[in-house]
């Protein structure tokens, strides 16, 4: 037993002697140091003559002495058995350096202190460096058998266990009396013993100098965890073999995280993928609510009819747009375009965007505004939908022919919106979620009044990138409901004057509609007819861009998700050819997230529009001047 120990210690010995990463030294009881590797002769400039017999508070700033911080480690490392510290320590030539350090005490068989044990680890250049002084970690804590967080220990030159430290029972479950001597392969499953991958990793350890591997490991108890595991091979003075390091990390959370995030993407992706989905079938039911909207109603049912389509459209077009958004708003995607904004002017319309719903519901609305402008910094579309979610959420829980107010106005400098009603209320417990994502009142079987629970979710993003605070309120089940915004006003500030004159009369275009959706195509088309418009239709791509050519439209309304050519396809060609400059290309989508936009902008649109469209705002661009 003697001997082995004997043979342990000599191999401890080459491998302090063989490290230059760490300065690994001792200290007498006093402090005074007792022995020095070539890694603190690198680290700390000293040679061994010049160093050995000084005490240990050279290394340190003169603050740290002035505290006595070199004498008090020592006495924690000797009260506690161990300390860890990182800080600033001085070289020979007079250079700080941030280093981190573990004093360990060390004791006879009787437990009488004999000294300590001093690593020490340069961290100065720890951010350019950070990997391979990880790395570099790793196989250092071969000597720190107290370390928890990381299976350190030695395999001999046949692969079977030599040393073992708390961090490795944790980690696999095997005590030091159970798994020394015992083969490496005892830590990796049946198939990758069979391929012999143990002996395998051995061999291009030796063969490379070090080998990193992450794969599967085995417990005593049987159980896989994912594992990074990294092999050094050990040598002693002479070069020969003796033996193995092995520093295993447990990267069973890490792989949780990873796949959370992978589940996260893949979540937004089928998002993006289902507004788009959503958004062509209401394309065409939206244009065709244009259309019958530009004639009378043969009597009050086609009028009723009409209503409740208008309504509904809207409100899945708003459950997409909600949808989308907060997932954006969740990965901080969403960028606002801050301008001085007329609060007044932002219920108004959120209130005109409700007001048909509300009307469906019976429900009175009561608008309490200020006379003069109570003016924020914010993006007015953003607030819309902020107000206009307050407002669909009051309707949505207040029952037919019940009251909703709402105020605004000034609290000691902040602008203040109040939407209050007089609905079913909150509990405590809903009160206390009211902003949670997917949360929900509560609702019947039917879920007629159902959403997604994203609005108010929605409405707390938004006030907070504002700058501002939403509050939630209820007197209880019964009692209704209010909400309070929150806002810095742009006190001074002056919001864009607006003008009072009529559009000019819309000019006669030639334009080309392509989409594979006929019946968006074809409500577009009449819609634009309707205005005076020449308006041909395509339902593919290579279609469409013959069409274009001879065609030569004055506006290409284009579709992205085409069959045989995509819209970016058709987009490139008609950019590439000087004869089409004139024409402005439109991509009407159901995709319009912001890297949609970037990109249909790199392949040469002017404009992008998202389904379903307001055809007021295509309108709009249609008299615009390029």
């Known amino acids: 037993m003697t001997k082995n120990l ?217 159980t896989t965890f994912w594992a990074d595991v990294v092999v050094t091979p050990l040598y002693d003075a002479q070069g020969a073999l003796i033996g193995y390091a092995e520093v295993t990390r447990d990267l069973t959370d890490r792989k949780r995280v990873e796949a959370l995030e992978k589940a996260e993407q893949q979540t937004n992706e089928f998002l993006a993928m289902l507004a788009h989905e959503l958004r062509n079938p209401l394309a065409p039911i939206s244009n065709a609510l244009h259309l019958l909207a530009r004639k009378p109603p043969a009597d009050a049912t086609e009028q009723w009819v009409r209503d409740v389509l208008q309504r509904q459209t809207g409100q899945m077009s708003r459950l997409v747009d909600d949808l989308v958004d907060v997932s954006r708003i969740t990965r901080s995607a969403i960028a606002l375009e801050r301008s001085p904004v007329d609060l007044t002017n932002v219920v108004r319309s959120a209130a005109d965007a409700s007001l048909q719903w509300m009307q469906g519901r019976r429900h009175a609305l009561s608008l309490d505004l200020p006379d003069p402008e109570l003016v924020v910094l914010g993006d007015e579309a953003r607030l819309v939908q902020v107000v206009q979610n307050l407002l669909d959420n009051a309707a949505k829980y207040t029952p037919q022919g019940g009251r909703i107010d709402v105020h605004a106005g000034r609290d000691n400098g902040a602008a203040v919106i109040t939407v209050k009603d007089n609905g079913i209320g909150m509990e405590p417990d809903m009160l206390r979620g009211a902003f949670e994502l997917f949360r929900q009142g509560r609702q019947a079987l039917d879920r007629a009044d159902g959403g997604l629970g994203v609005g108010l979710t929605l409405v707390q993003r938004l006030v907070a990138m504002h700058g501002g605070t939403v509050e939630a309120r209820s007197a209880g089940p019964g009692k209704g409901s209010e909400f309070i915004v929150r806002m810095p006003e742009a006190a001074g500030s002056a919001v864009p004057a607006t003008t009072s004159e009529r559009p000019p009369p819309p000019r006669a ?65 008609l950019r590439a050819d000087p004869e089409m400059k004139p024409t402005t290309l439109v991509a009407i989508t159901g995709y319009g997230q912001v890297h949609d936009r970037v990109r249909t902008a790199a392949a040469g649109f002017d404009y992008h529009l998202t389904k379903p469209v307001e055809f007021p705002a295509l309108q709009r661009l249609l008299q615009t001047e390029k």
């Open 6 to 222: 004997l043979g342990l210690e000599d191999a401890f010995a080459h491998l302090v002697n063989s490290v230059r990463d760490y300065a690994i030294f001792l200290l007498d009881r006093s402090g005074h140091v007792a022995s020095w590797n070539p890694g603190a002769e690198r680290i700390k400039g000293y040679g061994a003559a010049e160093i050995i017999g000084e005490h240990f508070s050279r290394f340190y700033p003169d603050e740290a002495r002035q505290h006595r911080w070199p004498e008090q480690q020592l006495e924690l490392a000797e009260r506690q058995g161990r300390f860890e510290d990182q800080g600033w320590r001085i070289g020979k030539d007079g250079r700080r350096f941030w280093a981190d350090v573990v004093i360990t005490a060390l004791r006879d068989a009787k437990g009488e202190l004999r000294g300590f044990a001093k690593i020490t680890r340069d961290l100065s250049e720890r951010r350019e460096r950070e990997e391979s002084l990880r790395r570099s970690e790793e196989r250092f804590r071969l000597l720190i058998q107290g370390v928890k967080d990381y299976a350190i220990f030695m395999v001999d030159r046949d692969g079977r266990v030599a040393s073992w430290n708390a961090g490795a029972e944790r980690m696999t479950g095997y005590s030091v009396h159970e798994i020394m001597g015992r083969p490496l392969s005892v830590f990796y499953p049946r198939d990758a013993v069979e391929k012999k991958w143990p002996e395998q990793e051995l061999a291009m350890a030796r063969e490379h100098g070090r080998f990193e591997d992450q794969g599967a490991r085995v417990r005593k108890n049987g």
């Open 509 to 573: 275009l030639r334009v080309l509609v392509v989409d594979d959706n006929q019946d968006a195509a074809n409500a577009l088309r009449l819609l634009l007819e309707c205005d005076g418009h020449e308006v041909k239709t395509a339902s593919d791509g290579i279609a469409g861009l013959a069409l274009a050519r001879e065609y030569k439209p004055d506006y290409l309304l284009l579709d992205i998700g085409l069959p045989r050519l995509s819209g970016y396809d058709v987009a490139a060609s």
